[in-house]
């Protein structure tokens, strides 16, 4: 019986190792990398599961420092983290007051694909309707301002 190999990838290199492979199941996208060139623009990109492996078998760290075009890591995220969206007063004096902090400026990652992460507010546990209250996924790119939140956190 053939079957493709895919997006599978082998689970090691010695022994029998070297003939098993293994699939992520869908939507299995565990890094969300943030990186900046040296003017700030910022870049943004899922690091696939097989590399992120990889990465820890070599004795690495999960996300790779730079990203292929040199833009060094400022961050990257992992579903539930938490992520807090400044207001603009907040961004240009540098200073957030989380003694009186605005809890609906508080983003749960939820996932992530290629550029793209996604977000509900952190008062959300479950949707009530299923693909009415955010998007088709029951997810956003933006706050409640309509402000990308991975641009801002």
Do not use: W
């Amino acid at each position: 019986m053939y079957e493709p190999i895919g997006n599978k990838f082998q689970v090691g290199y010695v022994g029998n190792k070297k003939d098993k492979y293994v699939e992520a199941a869908k939507g299995t996208n565990l890094f969300f990398a943030i990186y900046a060139d040296e003017n700030g623009s910022r870049s943004c990109e899922t690091i696939p599961l097989n590399i992120v492996i990889e990465r820890l078998k070599q004795g690495l760290k999960e996300v790779p420092e730079t990203n292929e075009k040199g833009h060094n890591l400022l961050f990257y995220l992992s579903p539930n983290d938490l992520v807090y969206v400044p207001t603009e007063e907040e961004r240009t004096s540098g200073v957030v007051n989380f003694e009186n902090i605005d809890v609906k400026r508080i983003y749960k990652m939820v996932s992530s694909s290629g550029n793209q992460c996604f977000f509900v507010q952190q008062l959300v546990a479950n949707s009530i309707v299923n693909k009415v209250e955010f998007s088709a996924l029951n997810k956003m790119e933006r706050s409640i301002e309509g402000i990308m939140v991975k641009e801002k956190e």
